[in-house]
């Protein structure tokens, strides 16, 4: 079967995407994630990304990084350069991605992945949002936000564990105030601290919180830890 490099950014739909592939039969050789300087990158999550190095240890796999100064186009070349590393090193003849509905990410990964002769994989894509927070709970999935950036959210969303009351309140916000209700516009970002194909949780040691406006604040991850057995 297949080898693919899961482009992993630590957040809920990143993760969920490359179990999905891993289920369907698919080999997941690696994991890819690019480091961006800007907070405001148009491709890339920033919050709490380092983290995705404890999430690569409890998975077992590999992890492929690349740094970049986030200017919008540019950070393209450090992606592709990311996913060649990924294809010299490991061999992945592919890429899984967590889009749901972003036709700007999208469509940017698979003009790079054409130029690379590489297949790209997107489980998620078109699935009501709804729906998916709710499987990942289903499934076990442990995630907290880190970052919120709209209307009707505030701090008190960020570090804790997202329930299913929460997505229930994030649908009526939805209706409310137009905002995604995965995230993907940019509303909010998160981090998954256990997952099904995780061998240990990742436990948040110590964090504080950034405050900007009332509906826009970042959770600072400053040390975390996998959990002992």
Known sequence: MEKLGALVSSGKDSLYAMQLMKERGFEIACLITVFSLNKDSFMFHTPATELVKLQAESLGLPLVTQETEG???????????????????????????????????????????????????SPLWHMN???????????GYEFVFTRIAAEGLDKTWLGRAI??????????????????????GGEFE?????????????KLVK???????????????????LAAD
Do not use: W
């Open 71 to 121: 200017k919008k186009e540019e950070e393209l070349a450090d992606l592709k350069k990311a996913i060649k590393k990924a294809k010299g090193k490991y061999g992945v003849t592919g890429v899984v991605t967590g889009a749901l509905h972003s036709e700007y990410q999208s469509e940017r990964i698979k003009r790079i992945c054409r130029e690379l002769k590489m297949n790209v994989y």
């Open 129 to 139: 949002q709804e729906k998916e927070l709710n499987e990942l709970l289903d499934r």
């Open 163 to 184: 329930t299913k009351k929460d997505v229930k309140k994030l649908a009526e916000l939805s209706k409310k105030f137009g905002l995604n209700v995965a995230g993907e």
């Open 190 to 202: 998160s981090l998954v601290l256990n997952m099904p194909l995780f061998s240990k949780k990742i």
């Open 207 to 225: 964090t504080g919180i950034i405050s900007e406006t009332e509906n826009s604040a970042t959770l600072v991850v400053k040390s975390a830890k």
